[in-house]
């Protein structure tokens, strides 16, 4: 379940995705197969292969993407969450939710 984001900023993250651009939305999210985990970054992008090239740059793999409702995308969690948003100078996020 996801907590901490509006409407708003989901709507502009489907929009960025849909559009293949790399986007990034970070929300706070609960879920007991990852304990220790309280927020999750999804990076998302329509463009596949723009998608799995980031993802390699990044040292992901890419059997990691999700393909679901329609807005292909990564989920970031613990070290990884931290180490990529501080590459990708994503600050405003790294800020809000405390990474």
């Given at each position: 379940m996801a907590?901490?984001?509006?409407?708003?900023?989901?709507?502009?993250w489907k929009l960025e995705?849909?559009?293949?651009?790399?986007?990034?939305?970070?929300?706070?999210?609960?879920?007991e197969r990852f304990p220790g985990c309280d927020t999750v970054t999804k990076v998302g992008c329509s463009d596949i292969e723009k998608l799995k090239t980031w993802?390699?740059?990044?040292?992901?793999?890419?059997?990691?993407?999700?393909?679901?409702?329609k807005y292909p995308h990564y989920?970031?969690?613990?070290?990884?969450?931290?180490?990529?948003l501080r590459k990708e100078a994503i600050w405003e996020q790294i800020k809000r939710f405390n990474l």
């Open positions: 907590f901490g984001i509006n409407r708003q900023e989901l709507h502009r995705v849909s559009s293949g651009q790399i986007a990034f939305l970070t929300h706070y999210w609960i879920d993802g390699r740059s990044h040292e992901l793999d890419e059997h990691w993407i999700d393909y679901k409702d989920d970031l969690f613990g070290e990884y969450q931290r180490e990529i």
